[in-house]
């Protein structure tokens, strides 16, 4: 038992010391915090403001299309084709064409640029005129444009799901988030458990192939070796995943503080145009501001998820996954004498990790499915599989059966490898086939 | 007393069998030479006898307990086949191997800077072995294998890959070690090094053993009883003079100077032919031709060879 712990502590320290672990849990959560952070800091940079001058035939839209920060229209009094022609001497950035006869159905509208306009501008022109064009025609034909916004208002809604248990207790469900830890969950298990058997496999051909392992088998046995190694890997990826939620949290909430100053200076701003604007359009403005309080939304929803019991059942299923593959990627390691020879026995091993991959896309779209239930099981795919269904809340005993048969399957496969293992370690210069593998199952030792 | 007695071991892989019925008792405190042709069954039997494979029957004792795993911090094992984690430093390998064979940290440190002084390889301590240059990296292999002072030193092919200095340093540490009680069991081709180094061997072919005992006893027994002589003299006169006591197996003759070698028969003594020749011819060699090892290595394998049907070289 000493032993063992002598090599855990060899493949951990080798592993921890080494420059490629510093670099890669130093860049993972940079990276990690950049694809939280990004998207805000890019929805917080302001594109450059648009001149566009409006040539309007029609004289329904003069002086009328609302501004915002982003475009400022000109109503210049030029005919089309003059305007056309000293586009170039002017500053502006756009013309925006509108023909006479566009009420009753005639030309489409025309935007002519220099530069190709951002698909942002495009969109708020169309959306804004079919608009206007909208509640002009709709006053035309006498109608009440207050009653449509009232009906409008009022026919707003949002689905808020609840789940009722049996106690007659109803909780609040939040499907996207659960969509979202589930399957991040399920990620991360797929990334740890490929990430660490190739350094397991790698670890094993490493000894092989530098011949140190007939002087290390002088003094322990090969499933000392085996299990040693394997139990080192696992630690250094616990060690690095620990690492990481350091690091990113830590790294998230320092950015996010800096950014979240600027956040409120916006908002404040965006309130007081709104307020000075006050057309159709502060609907879309207001919904701006309401996002903060969607954020307090969705962190009451985080809550109302079983926190600790899912991070339990993530680290369980974490580690049975690892250990049931990597066992697998160490006989594949111990077979062979050189990397390529690793593809034709890597490809059984891989493809029930991708497959369950795959079927995790399904598995989110409906997690009570009966394929859901048996992939859910079956120890190949169940590390992936449970763990994309577990938010969404899973009997106690489909849990327990599928944690027992998982356990169950890293003892098979640990056991097979093992047998392989001993003897594959020792055999160098022939390429061994399927067939052979299957022998070495049934040697003495 | 034997400190390792491995009986009837007999060894099967898939398609051939390695060792059958092979059974050697290796006596304390002596120098064992385990010989053979590659393929033989020689780094099998001695995986065995490190507990890295098991027999398919068979026993062995180690000082006549049975061989345990507790056994194996009395063994030391430098194999044919050797290296080291090549991105480890030199110092903190060494001490892992040695904390493998059972020895307190404390303890191997102090070890291996003593031998790491003797060596001269002490500058080293926190070199990558890939820095480490073949030579450099044999003595660290080495130093791992003895440094846990076992009982029994077992060596497949030590001289192999070892330039003729360092197996020099060898040599003399493995006599050095034999001195202060350990035994040591060594496999080689270099039939050179077994007459110098070693008490007892076992020749082992065709994974069966054709030939064991001590050396002294093995070269008396396939001696032949022919002599070596040198001489001035009439050849003729030569001939006569040994008269029916003795046989010449072949000569050369330049002028006056003699060359021969003569067989004796039946009761013949040298001294008997000595005093027979002495009246016709000046002396100036006589000796007796006892075979080298490696003659009776060739004859044994290739009369072993010649009753089989194919030849079991596998290189």
Redo the contacts between chains.
Sequence with gaps: MN?IL??IK?EYL?RVKKKSFIIMTILGPVLMAGIMIVPIWLAMQKPDKQNIEVIDESFVFRGLIPEKKFIHFDYPEISFEKAQEGFYDTDYDAILYIPHNILEGGKALKLFYKKQLGIATEEYVGNTLSKMMNDVLLTKNNVDLNLIKDAEESSRFTVLTEELEATGKSKKTNTGLYMGIGFGAGILIYMFIFMYGVQVMRGVM??KT???V?????????FQLMMGKIIGVAFVGLTQFLLWVILTFTLYSVATVTILKNIDMKQIQQKEEVMKVGSALNYTDMKAIQQPNEVTKLWNDFKSVDIVSILLCFLFYFLAGYLLYSALFAAVGSAVDNEADTQQFMLPITIPLIFSFVIAQNVIQDPQSSMAFWFSIIPFTSPIIMMVRLPFGVPMWEVALSMGLLVIGFIFTTWLAARIY?TGI?M?GKKVTWKELG?WLF??? | MNILSAKNIVKK??SHTALDDVTIDIPTQSIFGLLGPNGAGKTSLI?II?????P?SGELFFEGEKLT?KH??Q?G???E????????EVGEQAL??A????MKKAEAKKKLKEWFEKFEIDAWWHKKVEELSKGMQQKV?FI??VLHEPKLLILDEPFSGFDPINANIIKNEILHLKKQGSTILFSTHNMGSVEELCDNIALINRSKKILDGSVKEIRKQYKSNTYELEFTGNMMGFTNAMWTGAELMEHTTEGEFNRAQVKLLGKTTSNDLLQAIIPVAEIHLFKEIVPSMNDIFISKVNEGNTIGTKSNFSE
């Excluded at chain 2, 490190?50 to 098991?54: C, E, V």
């Excluded at chain 2, 904390?99 to 059972?102: A, I, P, R, S, V």
Aim: proline letters at 3%; a positive charge.
């Design positions: 032993k002598l090599i060899r080798s490493e000894e530098s011949r140190i007939e002087v290390i088998l002088s003094s322990v046995k090969p001993r020792l160098y022998k040697y003495k030792t | 892989y898939a995986r490190n507990q890295i494979t098991g398919d795993q194996v911090e063994i094992y430098l194999p086949e050797r290296g080291l984690y090549k991105k480890m892992y191997l904390q493998l064979k059972g292999q791992v294998t």
